[in-house]
DNA sequence: TGTACATCAGTGAACGCGCGTTCACTGATGTAC
DNA sequence: TGTACATCAGTGAACGCGCGTTCACTGATGTAC
């Protein structure tokens, strides 16, 4: 493992990469329960037993196909972020929603990998869960940022808000904690809520479920973040909040 | 098929359900994907082309898997529904929400089968879509019931509402000519958006993706169904609208 | 009611295929002196 | 710089398995007269 030759190194990596690029082609082909390590090494050219150099069994290929699809859709989704003005949350949760839509729509079947039913008969391993989580720690930094710039308020008035239980409240201040420092705990919970959401949306939207529905899924889906953003609570901080009304010439 | 004796037809429908609930009984061990009439054969005690007299295929054996799942989800939903004071509408979506999460959750292979990752090279034919289709129209119905009652109203002020677009807009009236009479655009849209929300939460438990972040997933889900009726405008129609604050004994 | 024929369920063998994984091996590439 | 040895990649055969589907067949069950 360690950099014994610097050359065998390389070529080592090398064919890593081209044995997960031909694992992930015929993913997007027949999906991850018919990918077979045979094939894989038929279509490199190799005999399949070489393919044991590099992948210990056919799990660990699929654990090195997970944790570069988390870290894919993790990385394009932070990218939507950061292009964003830090202090426009609005726009920061839609763009990063876009972009969680945009990356599973074009990557179905690792998207499936990593968000479709499990595979039977596969457990991940415990080296999946940081990459998995990059993506939601994006989108519960714009919550707490916003919170942090006041820029959160209750969407309702407070006697239509539904009441936290107390086990509901108790996971929301662990949360707080964990990634939501001073964001109150019907935030947490709304924040909760919009992000289970968004995977339905994407989920039947990648997995053909929502066109019986509706035909312009794109219009949907935009709406659907506009109305989540508002359900959050976000304040656009775009738009000046008490602009008096008064006639501009542009 | 048709009934030639009467007492053949009985054993075959017999058959039939057995080899289906057989099916079925590997469906939990395995998954769809393990799934083979092989070993189903092996289990009843026949030779695998026995199955043949059957079921024409593999993939026909799966529709029909599917249209049972879909029909008990579906008279499950069905169930909850009708169970409640008709003109209680909040309750009436809670408890069907319910019903869908408490399905999910004691037939997570039955649910996988019609809402996890699609089973590659199988395309559902078209008589599926009609069970397929119990579930949301009793959703749709509730919505549709309340807007008659009147007992639905718009969760925020006018102004911060986001606007419908065209295209969402144009989707809205189709539905409502479908299943929604009476019903305004938006709120249409914001049912679509609780039901997929309610689909979000219910992947995400049954396939234990939120186990990480939730420790408590039936207070999540509960608090998730009210806030979506909050969202939807459901009026709690048990409560008199505008009672008068007085101190009352018990 | 009894017989001749048609229908159907189930058998068993076969076709042709693919799979994950192991193992003893050959050669080439690197390392240490 | 040159040689002896260790490391590693890749080979090819094998193990033992399972799969969907077809086909000619046997016998039992039904139907028509």
Redesign the pocket.
Known sequence: MAT?????AR??SE?IHEIKTEARRQLALEGAPA?????V??EL??????????F????LLFTALIIDAYNELGQHVEEADANCDPSNFVRRWTRSSEAVRGWALQHPHEYSLIYGSPIPGYRAPADTVGPASRIILVFAGIVRDAAAANALVAPYAKERTPKLSKAAAADAARLEVLALHGVAPDAIVRSLIAWTQLFGVVNFDVFGRINDIVEDVDAFFLHSVQEMVRFIGFVDTKKPPRAPKAKLDL
């Open positions: 014994t030759s610097g050359i065998r070529v080592r064919l990918l077979s390590l045979r094939s090494a038929r050219g190799m005999v399949s037993s070489a393919i044991y150099r590099y210990a069994s056919r799990d």
